[in-house]
């Protein structure tokens, strides 16, 4: 991951860090979280190899945008928005860490220019389809339901859901959202498939809390760390782009959330890169 020195060569993978929480409904936290998973994801306690053979420190076109400063007063959204824009008008992809899953709403306002037929692929414990809590219509708990009345996305598909409730029940049914909760088992993960590019959005306690309990709302009876891996490595279709949200430095013990966090970006990356770069020649 090389920090910006030089113009990014097109067809690139890049990271940047949005350390928003003002919208967390419950705890703040998930703004201190990108500088933790790059330590993380830097720590010599392992090395920067996916799992499937890639080394992701001698990739030529992996690039750290640092994060985006928000400044009071500012819109935050378009600020996410125009910078994510500006990344991918250039030919590269992105994987955003957030920050809590309030950014993904603006980050899928850019996908959705360049992407018209986007798939999103949101892992979670949580629908996020709340038409507004607290009043806050931009809330971490609102994301999938803005996204899928601007139209952003032509198929949703939520998994790892443990907290439904009628309301998002309604609003999932409103938007034709495909659910895979949690007690109906995890047979589907051998099995997801999708048709074109896939945006893949992980709120972090779509794990159980077990596993990763770095987060503000521990919600029991989540997925293994080993299944989400899973489902990186294995789903059917062309990933595009990324998200990791909701790492709550606070609440963790020690390292032990953020380095499943750089777990999950290293195997991301891995994955966008045999999807997106593996096969472009260049030159
Ligand atoms: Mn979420
Ligand atoms: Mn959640």
Redesign the pocket.
Known sequence: MKPIKENIQTNSICILGLGLDKNSSFQKGPALAPNRIRESYFSSSSNLWSEKGLDLGSLQDLYDLGDIHFKKDKDDFNLISSSVKAVLDQGNHMICLGGD?SITFPIIKAYAQKYKALNILHL???P?LYDSLDKNIYS??C?FARIMENKLAKRLVQAGIRTMNGHQQEQAKKFGVEVKEMKDGTDWIELLEFDGPVYLSI?L?CLDPAFAPGVSHHEPGGMTTRQVIDIIHNLKGKIIGADI??YNPDRDFGSMTSMVAAKLLKETIARIHEDTISFHFTG
């Open positions: 899953h979670d414990a949580h996020d971490h708990a994301p709120d306690d949200v909701e």
